[in-house]
């Protein structure tokens, strides 16, 4: 950690802990001072239950209906002795106080309400049972009652308070002595240890988690340009691991991204200085066409018509070539549309080479299929497979030479139709064999007359026969010819 953050996971941890074992503890201390103050009135209680049963036994405390003053005085002097912590009182059986062992001053209630009392007298109390004290207008204590009968005649009711005010004095003098704090610095010392322990987990816990956080601020400002950030797997929860292993992964992965981004737009750049300078040729040819015939007619002269032939031809070649970029840029988007569907790739590629029939006859070159068979069905979208096959017949076309040869073949396997587009031209050197269906790259074999071609068929063939799930393959042999290969499912 490089410091303490208030809005970190592990500050936010340790407030929330620090709260709770702080609540805990005065829980704990409530919590044991109500048990231990109960356990202490339960044994007093149960000790001294029948304390007013055997005075009561001992002599007569009424006199006829009246409290006799020196039994009872008798009877208080003899409980007195076995503690001062007790207190006295004769009770009518409606609960009026009679008659007491405490000064007069001192006692605030001389009724008592009689609903504890004929609890413990019922046999059925559940101890400690705590009575009304006559000293307080609210509080209860524990007592000891017995009810005193003369002549089977219930004259009232002998009852004890068995912790009387001089014991609350007593033990306030006693807690505030030191046993109380004593106490309390060892629970508050525990909850202490307990809670930094619990910390010292957390930090180990969440170390990992702020390494990752860490790693991910590093690679944020380092950008893409520093080699890929890994972190050393070091968490010891197996969940931690996976998500450092997870972080690793995605930095490896991006880095690849960056790099392959980064040479696609590299890549771009290049094409794009390529076709501005293949572009220059025709826009060149077209305007200069255009002047001369445009200066004729401004001296009055009859324009060259040839001219305008040649800027149209010109025109069309940068029509043409502008249709492949955009051909080409709406591929490398993986955003194309496909349209599968069961194609008669025989009378495909025959409309294919009707097309061209014209201009291989004016090169005097052959155009062949082989076989002519109308029931080879491929799954395919006939769009962009005749779009394949015009670019392949184009390609070895412009690479033919009067009495050379175009052949289209099929060969039929058991998963797949494989076809082969072969020409008998003038070949390609086998060092630019890798490179022509890199976009940006013209082979030395290309005709450089025709300007129309700025290299992009191979290109776009190749990619759209990846949209088809396939793949080109290429052989050739200088002055010998080439032959391109791929496979189509059967449909």
């Not at 007569?60 to 006799?68: A, H, I, S, T, V």
């Not at 000064?103 to 609903?115: D, G, H, N, S, W």
């Not at 968490?235 to 880095?255: D, G, K, V």
Request: aromatic share 8%; hydrophobic share 45%; with cysteine.
């Amino acid at each position: 950690m490089t410091g303490f953050r208030f809005n970190s996971l592990f500050s936010r941890l340790a407030l929330v802990l620090l709260s709770s074992f702080l609540l805990l503890a005065l829980m704990l201390v409530w919590f044991s001072r109500q048990l231990d103050n109960n356990f202490q009135d339960e044994v007093t209680q149960r000790l001294h239950f029948s304390l007013s049963e055997h005075i009561v036994h001992e002599g007569p405390l009424f006199k006829g209906d009246e409290p006799d003053p020196v039994a009872v005085e008798k009877a208080f002097h003899n409980m007195m002795i076995l503690g001062k912590g007790f207190e006295f009182y004769l009770l009518s059986p409606s609960g009026k106080v009679l008659n007491y062992s405490a000064p007069k001053e001192k006692i605030q209630r001389f009724t008592l309400p009689m609903t504890a009392i004929h609890e413990a007298l019922s046999g059925q109390a559940r101890l400690p049972l705590r009575g009304p004290d006559p000293r307080s207008g609210d509080r209860n204590k524990i007592f000891s009652v017995a009810p005193v009968v003369m002549d089977e005649r219930l004259q009232g009711y002998l009852y004890i308070i068995i912790n009387g005010e001089i014991y609350d004095s007593l033990a306030s003098e006693v807690e505030a002595s030191g046993w109380l704090p004593l106490a309390m610095l060892m629970l508050i010392s525990g909850a202490l240890f307990l809670l930094l322990t619990t910390l010292g987990l957390f930090a180990w816990l969440t170390r990992p988690l702020s390494r990752l956080s860490g790693a991910i601020s590093q690679l944020q400002r380092q950008g893409f340009h520093a080699p890929a950030l890994q972190l050393d797997s070091r968490a010891p929860a197996r969940e931690i691991q996976q998500l450092e292993q997870a972080f690793n992964t995605l930095s490896q992965r991006l880095q690849k991204q960056y790099k392959k981004v980064k040479s696609v737009d590299e890549m771009r750049r290049e094409l794009l200085a390529h076709v501005s300078h293949d572009l220059r040729t025709p826009l060149a040819s077209l305007q200069g066409y255009l002047e001369t015939w445009m200066m004729q007619h401004r001296q009055g002269q009859q324009p060259d018509p040839t001219y305008i032939d040649i800027a149209h031809q010109n025109a069309g070649k940068i029509h043409k070539m502008v249709d492949q970029l955009m051909e080409l840029a709406r591929l490398e988007s993986d955003q194309v549309p496909m349209q599968m569907e069961s194609v008669g790739i025989a009378e495909l590629v025959q409309d294919v080479l009707q097309k061209y029939r014209p201009a291989a006859e004016a090169k005097q070159v052959l155009l062949d299929l082989h076989p002519k068979d109308p029931g080879l069905q491929v799954v395919a979208d006939i769009e962009k497979l005749e779009r394949v096959f015009t670019n392949l017949v184009d390609n070895a076309l412009r690479h033919c030479q009067a009495g050379d040869t175009i052949t289209v073949r099929f060969v039929a396997a058991s998963d797949a139709l494989e076809v082969s587009v072969s020409d008998s031209g003038i070949g390609i050197p086998a060092s630019d064999l890798p490179h022509i269906f890199d976009a940006h790259y013209k082979a030395a074999n290309s005709i450089r007359g025709d300007s129309a071609h700025s290299g992009l068929g191979l290109a776009i063939t190749k990619r759209l026969l990846a949209l088809h799930r396939s793949q080109i393959e290429v052989s050739s042999q200088v002055q010998q010819g080439t032959e391109f290969r791929f496979q189509l499912q059967w449909a």
